[in-house]
């Protein structure tokens, strides 16, 4: 089963493809990292995947009525703007507007999305809170929790950790990899090499507006690629948790 059929896909500002050619499939279990440098056209795929950019090519969600796409994908955009001053469950709540029934009321099984999902991003102590109050990393947070309550079997997050503390990067990362195991899909565009090999199950590597690879991290995190494409030198050693990977010096 595909969750996210992009082929051929080009984004063109002016004359010039931000995104290029791009072919991308995502299943159920696929925990993909997407990265690349400032630039590289990872948002811009996203957005244009999700029908929000014109593009040329094909993307399955980009197909889909609203409500459908609603009820396939929950996106976190990179800007983390809370609009109006509610609390914090009153926020996540809004993440079932796709699955309840015109003029209908919250369902226990919407109770339940919203809960677990308060309970997942660590937000229990935070509930009555007013969202538009708290930190920026809180508010990510939130933001993060208001997705999952979507219960999509895809996520889209473009750099969800981006100014979180390191605790709440991992613990994040672990809850999009558990997302994964789960049966679910997500796609996490990130700049953290090191988060990005040891949660992802494989990494999509975008430079210039292209793929330029594809595979798990220790293939796309080659000390030759990264030099390539990031300009740094990477130190790579196994640990008995997992593969670390630190980008050490710029070349
Ligand atoms: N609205 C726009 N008009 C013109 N150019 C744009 C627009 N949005 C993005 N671009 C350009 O498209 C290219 C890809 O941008 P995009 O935001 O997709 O990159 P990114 O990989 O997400 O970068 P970052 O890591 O900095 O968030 C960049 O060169 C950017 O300047």
Redesign the pocket.
């Known amino acids: 089963m595909t969750l996210l059929a992009v082929e051929n896909l080009t984004v063109l500002?002016g004359e010039c493809p931000?995104v290029d050619h791009v072919d991308l499939a995502v299943g159920p279990g696929e925990c993909v990292g997407l990265i690349?440098p400032?630039?590289?056209?990872?948002?811009?795929l996203m957005r244009a995947a999700l029908g929000l950019e014109r593009f040329k090519g094909m993307s399955n969600l980009a197909r889909m009525r609203p409500v459908d796409r609603a009820r396939a994908a929950a996106f976190l955009p990179?800007s983390r703007q809370i609009a109006w001053p509610v609390d914090v469950e009153t926020l996540v709540s809004l993440g079932r507007v796709p699955h309840l029934p015109r003029g209908g009321k919250i369902s226990d099984a919407d109770r339940h999305a919203i809960e677990q999902s308060i309970l997942r991003l660590g937000l229990d102590g935070f509930r009555r809170r007013i969202a538009t109050q708290l930190s920026g990393g809180e508010q990510g947070r939130v933001l993060i929790a208001r997705a999952l309550a979507q219960q999509t079997p895809l996520l889209l997050a473009d750099?969800p950790i981006a100014g979180l503390d390191p605790a709440q990067q991992i613990a994040t990362m672990q809850v999009f990899a558990e997302l994964a195991r789960e049966g679910r899909a997500v796609v996490v565009?990130l700049?953290d090499l090191g988060l990005a090999a040891r949660h992802c199950t494989r990494l999509v590597l975008?430079h210039q507006g292209r793929v330029i690879a594809d595979g798990n991290p220790g293939q796309v995190l080659t000390p030759d690629l990264v030099a390539q494409v990031f300009g740094v030198s990477i130190w790579r050693q196994d640990s008995p948790m997992g593969p670390v990977f630190q980008p050490m010096d710029v070349l």
Not at 38 to 44: D, L
């Open positions: 500002r931000v690349g400032n630039g590289a056209g990872k948002t811009t990179q750099e565009s700049h975008m």
